[in-house]
Every structure is written in C-alpha cells, then in structure tokens.
C-alpha cells in the first residue's frame, strides 16, 4: 500500500525565515512589467535582493502555477526557497489567488516533510487561505497503489507551517479541510469498493457522537415511499440506500436540509451510455459526498445551526428488474411521474430525498447534484451552476461560494419550462426539451419542494439547487490546489452557508 501521509496544519507566529524546514514557500508577482516578491516574505534585504536576482535571471513572470526553486539564500535556514506566481490580475479575489498559489507550491513539494508558507498574507481570511490550498493542494489518492506503483508514488508534504496562523484558527482550518479530503477520498474510491452499503457505513463509521445517522434499506425505502431510488437502484444487485444526517446543537435556531445525489454508478441503465462516458462515472455520487463532508465539518465546528442531510444513494445498472423508459413510478408523498430516460436518473433519487427534507419545514433547503451535462455545455468544468426558487437565497449561496473559491453562476428557471414537463399519463414526466437541459432538471426537482406554511397561497421552502456536474471532478491538468480527480466542492460553500445562517 503506499502511503497516506496526510498534510498536517501548523501554526507559527515566529519569523518564517528563521524556522527550520525543508523549503520555505514566498510569492511573487509581476507589477508594471516587473516580477518582484510580495511584502509579508520575512526575509532579509540582503535575501530578498539574492532572490529578486535570482527571479530576475531565471526570466520568472510571476504567473499562475509558477514556481522557481532557489537554494543557497543566506539567512534563510531551510535548503530551499520556493518562489510561487500570484498573479496581479484576474477575477479572482486575493484570497482565492493565495489559495491557490499555495496549492502549487505544496504539489511541488510532494515527498518534502516540512515547508513554512509566507506568501504575503495579511488578513485573517487570506492566512485561512493560505491554509486550505496548502492543505488541499499536497492531496493525493494512493489508497489503490498496489506493489508496482507504491513505492515510487510520491507522498504527500507533511506539514505546512502557516505564517500568521493562530492555533484556533488552524483547528477550524483543519475541520474544513478534513471534510474537503473526505469528500474527494470518496469520489475517488472506484466502483466495486464504494457502492450504496459501503457508502453509508463508511458515513456511520465517520459521523462520531454529535451526528446522528439513519440508513433506510431498500425494504425501509418501500415502506416509506420512496419510488424514485428504488426505482433507479432496481437493476442493480446492490441495492439502494437513504442515509439520513441528523445534527441538533443546543440553542439552534436555524434549520439548515441538504440533500446529495449519490449515484455510485451511473451506466445510463437501459439507456446505456457510451463507453467513454461511463469511465467517470464513480463521481457520480458528488453530490451525496459534498453533503456529508459539510455536514461533519459543521458539527465539528460546533455551528449553532440544525442540519439534517440526506444522501440519496443507488446504482444505475441494467440488470434484469432495470426500469424502462415508459414506466411510471411513485414518489415519496404521493406524485407520479413518467420514466422517459434512465439515464436521467440523479432528479428521480433527487425528488425522494427534496420531499422528505420539506416535511421537517426547514427554514432552508439546499441540494448538491453532478445533474446534467448541459451545464457542463453552459458554464464549463469550474462553474456550479446555481437555479432555485428564492433570489435572496440562491444569490447568497453564489457569493458564497465564490468568496471561499467554489466559482458559481446563478441561471433562470424560465416559466416556460415546466409545461415541457407535462403527460397523459402520470403527473408528470422527468425530462422536458433538450434544450436549457439543466433548468429543465431544475424544475424538474422544484415539484418536489414543499410549502412554508398551510394552504395554497403559501410559498415553497426557499430551495437553491447546485449542479456540480463540472466541478466535481477534475480529468485534465492539475491546477492551483485541484488535483486530478475529485475537488471536494461544494464543501466549502455549504459549510460558509450554515456560518452565514448561524450568524
């Protein structure tokens, strides 16, 4: 097995030359065509003008993913200085740029065991930054190295030491960070090892005393009604789960629901796809692992703010009972709706779960989905597609998200789209035109969304929709402090969300 160093968290208020490491980690940038280190490095003149030099030769730009190796500084006491780019321009703000530039600075030092990180960060939320894409940047998934691969598998950094970095500020740096790995550590986990009933022990094994956990089988999913999962989860002889997070803190009053698409695999069942598309298909359940991580992490940080998550979990197969399009099946409170493509299937489980979460009245309802790949085509492998049926909260949720670096958009949920959604014979049907494909899913899934109050005047549960279908996952180039494979997004934003709600 190789290994499974974890990066550690450390902080420091001492100088960061003065430490003793393996490398110390500044920045650089350019300014008025001129690279030059960002203030805040904790070097000497004498060092700081060895290193201009030396950045200066090597013709560095100071641009993202840059990183130049220099050994040799006087006054430094680690052997090696690593100068990483932090770009003057761009949309992102100055925190997400220190996040990632540290998350290129701690992939270039895999197999290190200690590194300080002094890029120049100055407030409270760039030192967090800074912390998270150390942390987040050295992660890799080498569970699955067998003898051929292990021994030269690189292990992750072993510890950053954060400048700046108090010791509570790292508790809570480390909670978030924790639940960012765990997230990508199952979405990483292939197939045949992650399914429904692993998934759900492995979130009971995790969940500790201050989340309570309810796994709904497939005979409990019958008695309760839930059409939607049994019904995607039928052709497969693993059978589906409903895993239900509970966490009630003393003195709440906030009640947060969450709801996670967790399709462990996804074929397309009978409307099988391509092989090609089905190779990635073990990130399927993103959703369902973004919600369960948050949801630790909330409770590890002792929000003030009930959750309670449920993850939605089946697999898509084509075995002998898998459902047909032209099927009808009944969803948890009564609705009938009319199979059109089983490839379709994360808003079938996806409904279940929204039902369910309204019947507690929560004062929010936020569901986590890799749902279409329209909104790949709409806002590209980075962006979460953000729709829902209350503007304040769905535009929270966006700047959210884009201050802690999950990059988010909000899109329309146009009127004209539900009639799409309209049969002779069923309530309705579960896909609409092909056009707008992840507003049609949206609206799909607000029938599902329950009423604030009594009587039909009154308005939905405020419910805001995440399709993570890019940014769950990572095929291309590592970048910044996104490895290859899993991101862990939305995270993050969720747990920024019940720190919002909890004031």
């Not at 001492?14 to 070097?43: F, M, R, S, Y």
């Not at 992650?194 to 999913?221: C, K, M």
């Not at 008695?223 to 966490?247: D, N």
Request: glycine letters at 12%; aromatic letters at 4%.
């Amino acid at each position: 097995m190789a290994d499974a160093r974890r990066t550690t968290l450390s902080p420091t208020d001492q100088a960061p030359a003065a430490l003793e490491a393996d490398a110390l980690v500044v920045a650089a940038t350019k300014t008025d065509g001129t690279v030059a280190l960002v203030e805040g490095h904790g070097l000497s003149d004498e060092a700081a003008d060895h290193v201009q030099q030396s950045l200066a030769a090597f013709g560095a730009e100071g641009g993202a993913e840059e990183v130049t190796r220099l050994t040799g500084i006087d006054g430094v006491s680690a052997p090696l200085v690593l100068v990483v780019g932090l770009p003057a321009k761009g949309p992102a703000t100055r925190a997400e740029k220190l996040r990632r530039a540290a998350g290129a600075a701690a992939r270039a030092l895999a197999g290190k065991d200690k590194a300080v990180f002094a890029l120049g960060q100055s407030s409270e939320d760039e030192v967090a930054a800074v912390a998270e894409g150390a942390a987040l940047g050295a992660y890799t998934f080498s569970v699955h190295h067998g003898v051929g691969k292990a021994d030269s598998a690189k292990a992750e950094l072993g510890e950053a030491v954060v400048a700046g970095l108090g010791a509570e500020a790292a508790t809570a740096a480390t909670a978030v960070v924790d639940a960012v790995r765990y997230a990508r550590d199952l979405v990483n986990t292939p197939p045949n090892v992650l399914y429904p009933e692993t998934f759900a022990d492995s979130v009971v094994e995790r969940a500790g005393d201050a989340v309570q956990v309810e796994v709904w089988d497939p005979a409990r999913l019958e008695q309760e009604g839930c059409g939607g999962i049994l019904g995607v989860g039928q052709g497969s002889a693993r059978g589906p789960r409903m895993v239900i997070m509970s966490y009630a803190p003393e003195g709440a009053d906030k009640h947060l629901a969450l709801v996670g698409k967790g399709i462990t695999f996804d074929s397309g069942g009978l409307c099988i796809k391509p092989g090609a598309s089905m190779v990635t298909m073990k990130m399927d359940m993103g959703g369902a692992a973004s919600v369960a991580a948050a949801t630790l992490a909330i409770a590890e940080l002792g929000l003030p703010v009930k959750v309670t998550a449920y993850l939605c979990m089946a697999e898509n197969m084509t075995g002998d009972l898998a459902q047909r399009p032209g099927d009808v099946v009944t969803m948890r409170g009564g609705r009938t709706v009319e199979i059109i493509n089983t490839d379709a299937e994360g808003r079938l489980v996806m409904a279940d779960g929204l039902a369910l979460a309204s019947e507690q009245s929560p004062d929010a309802i936020v569901d986590v989905a890799t749902l279409t790949g329209a909104c790949i085509i709409a806002l590209g492998d980075r962006t979460v597609g953000v729709m829902g049926n209350d503007d304040e909260l769905r535009d929270t949720i966006t700047r959210l998200a884009n201050e802690v670096g999950d990059t988010a958009w909000a899109l329309p949920m146009p009127e004209e789209i539900r009639p799409t959604l309209d049969t002779p014979v069923a309530d309705l049907k579960h896909t609409g035109e092909r056009s707008a494909g992840a507003m049609v899913a949206a609206t799909f899934l607000q029938e599902f969304v329950g009423k604030a109050g009594e009587g039909e005047d009154a308005d939905q549960i405020p419910w805001t929709h995440l399709d993570i279908a890019g940014p769950a996952f990572n095929e291309k180039t590592p970048w910044g402090y996104q490895p290859k494979g899993a991101s862990g997004q939305p995270v993050r934003t969720l747990v920024a969300l019940a720190r919002s709600m909890a004031g």
